[in-house]
């Protein structure tokens, strides 16, 4: 079973960027479609960003595109968020997320993913 550890998150004013890294324990990372969410205090955990297996494919959540990008690098067992023109209401708590689909369609729904990090905040101040 794969576990996760995010790290990265912090304070940051608004405009800033922030990258997000999440390792991976064990050696079958590539076989993984990894995700990202995130969740503010009295809100549903939110879809940000998905990567495929591969890294061929990426999904972003509406109010992200354009300012993340997600990557993966599979020799290093990390997926990452890399976060621009950050605004207050990306403060949350951002996760990364293990799944064994593949298919793109999936990435966006909390029950796809079998496997959570702890998490890590990111606060974006004005």
């Known amino acids: 079973q794969v576990q996760l550890v995010e790290s990265g998150g912090g304070l940051v004013q608004a405009g800033g960027s922030l990258r997000l890294s999440c390792v991976a324990s064990?050696?079958?990372?590539?076989?993984?479609?990894m995700g990202w969410f995130r969740q503010a205090p009295g809100k549903l955990r939110e879809f940000v960003a998905a990567i495929n297996r591969s890294g061929g494919s990426t999904y972003y959540g509406d109010s992200v595109k354009g300012r993340f990008t997600i990557s993966r690098d599979n020799a290093k067992n990390t997926v990452y968020l890399q976060m621009n023109n950050l605004k207050p209401e990306d403060t949350a708590v951002y996760y990364c997320?293990?799944?064994?689909?593949?298919?793109?369609?999936?990435?966006?729904?909390?029950?796809?993913?079998?496997?959570w990090g702890q998490g890590t905040q990111v606060t974006v101040s004005s």
């Open positions: 997320a293990a799944t064994g689909s593949n298919t793109g369609s999936s990435y966006y729904y909390l029950p796809t993913y079998h496997t």
């Open positions: 064990g050696r079958t990372f590539s076989s993984y479609g």
